[in-house]
């Protein structure tokens, strides 16, 4: 690598350090605006930033080592090729795991916010990546795969105001000529997600292997699971909540199949959907699997995943609990990116670099606005015993 690539890395890397630490100072100060020196610091930085990057990506262009690879990635960064010739398992996070181990970063990824100091750098996991994660972990988002309303947030992350809509009155009939006098509007309920920071620290040895690389994407792979599992927990926990304090419950009894026909009724016809789901824990599934219908038909489909022709989703935080209905008007939950931060200096001394993952997350429920009625789209079993 060339003196002049190895000194435009480094003054990059400390432009982004210093505009992290503006953010990062202002964020501590009750999230206040930024001052006009600080803001014209920030200014300088970027544009200093902009003025840098053609370079840096010309010379790596040119570095002569990645030029000796087709496209110019070396492969140790991309999965090493099997030995008996088949194909290498590809790769999810090679971008995100060449980040942690160089400081190495394409600039569209980068990402001036919540910092640490001390030479630390932000680093936003892109987006084509964490579409790779969810194919190689698609069970790791319950909400997500009951099809809950989903909104990505864009940085600065803020509360979001979503409109929770309840039916008017009953239409009436009325004579040719007459007409209603007086309104029957529907109501809007606003409910505001707030965010949450959902965070872990890892620490990594800087005297890497040349297997390290994909033990660290390993590594970065369990790190976005725990942070989405603890949102999750949360989630659910926040759900039960809700749905107990709305009344949105049906009386468990002894019979699983009539709690699960008992669940679906309770659904209004506005709410009724194909793609409605049940959510449910592996326990609460092992004991309902084998239940059958008045046709001695199982009433569970291993195929398909199904519990009377809906979608079964597993999550273990409902403990015992049976949840259905129609997430996507009954959940809305807001998330940010994934971040990460690298941390150059703190554990230096020990040859060792710090990463701290971490997502804001918040969510809301359709029961949080409407809180009394039998108008829910999502209802649960009163009892945690369901196989527990």
Same mark, same amino acid.
């Given at each position: ?38 803001? @014209?610091?920030? &200014?300088? $930085? ?5 003025? !840098? #990057?053609?370079?840096?990506?010309? =010379? ?37 795991a060449k980040f942690i181990l160089t400081g190495e970063m394409p600039e569209q990824m980068a990402y001036i ?67 209603? @006098?007086?309104? &029957?509007? $529907? ?5 505001? !997600? #707030?965010?949450?920071?959902?965070? =872990? ?39 039960i909540t809700s749905l107990d304090n709305a009344n949105a419950q049906i009386d468990t009894g002894l019979d ?84 990460? =931060? ?47």
């Amino acid at each position: 690598m060339s003196t002049q690539l190895f000194d435009l890395r480094k003054e990059r890397q400390d432009l982004l350090a210093k505009a992290d630490a503006i953010t990062n100072k202002c964020e501590l100060e009750n999230k206040r605006p930024l001052t006009e020196q600080e803001n @014209s610091e920030m &200014q300088t $930085a970027l544009d200093r930033i902009k003025v !840098i #990057t053609p370079t840096i990506k010309n =010379l790596e262009a040119n570095n002569t080592l990645a030029a000796q690879f087709k496209g110019g990635k070396i492969p140790v960064f991309e999965g090493r090729p099997s030995r008996n010739g088949a194909p290498a398992k590809p790769s999810i996070f090679p971008d995100t795991a060449k980040f942690i181990l160089t400081g190495e970063m394409p600039e569209q990824m980068a990402y001036i916010g919540e910092g640490g100091g001390g030479g630390s750098v932000s680093y936003v996991i892109p987006a084509y990546e964490i579409e790779a994660f969810i194919k190689a972990y698609p069970n790791y988002d319950a909400f997500l795969n009951a099809g809950a309303t989903i909104y990505p947030t864009d940085f600065p992350v803020v509360d979001k105001k979503i409109p929770i809509l309840q039916a008017g009155s009953v239409v009436t009939t009325f004579s040719e000529g007459a007409g209603p @006098s007086s309104s &029957q509007d $529907a109501s809007f309920t606003p409910l505001t !997600i #707030t965010h949450s920071k959902y965070a =872990l620290l890892g620490k990594f040895s800087e005297e890497f292997s040349e297997d390290a690389p994909q033990a660290l994407e390993a590594a970065i792979a369990e790190s976005i699971v725990r942070v989405a599992m603890s949102e999750n927990d949360a989630f659910t926990a926040a759900l039960i909540t809700s749905l107990d304090n709305a009344n949105a419950q049906i009386d468990t009894g002894l019979d699983y199949l009539q709690l699960l026909l008992r669940l679906q009724a309770a659904v209004p016809p506005q709410f009724a959907n194909p793609q409605n789901a049940f959510m449910v824990s592996r326990l609460s599934l092992a004991a309902i699997r084998n239940v059958r219908d008045l046709q001695d038909r199982p009433i569970f489909d291993p195929t398909n995943q199904t519990l009377l022709g809906y979608p079964t989703i597993l999550n273990d935080r409902v403990q015992g609990r049976v949840i259905f209905g129609n997430f996507r008007a009954g959940a809305h939950i807001s998330r940010s990116p994934f971040q990460l =931060l690298r941390i150059n200096e703190a554990y230096r001394e020990s040859g060792q670099v710090g990463v701290r993952f971490w997502q804001r997350a918040g969510a809301k429920f359709y029961s949080d606005a409407i809180t009394s009625g039998s108008n829910q789209p999502l209802w649960m079993s009163t009892s945690t015993d369901v196989g527990s």
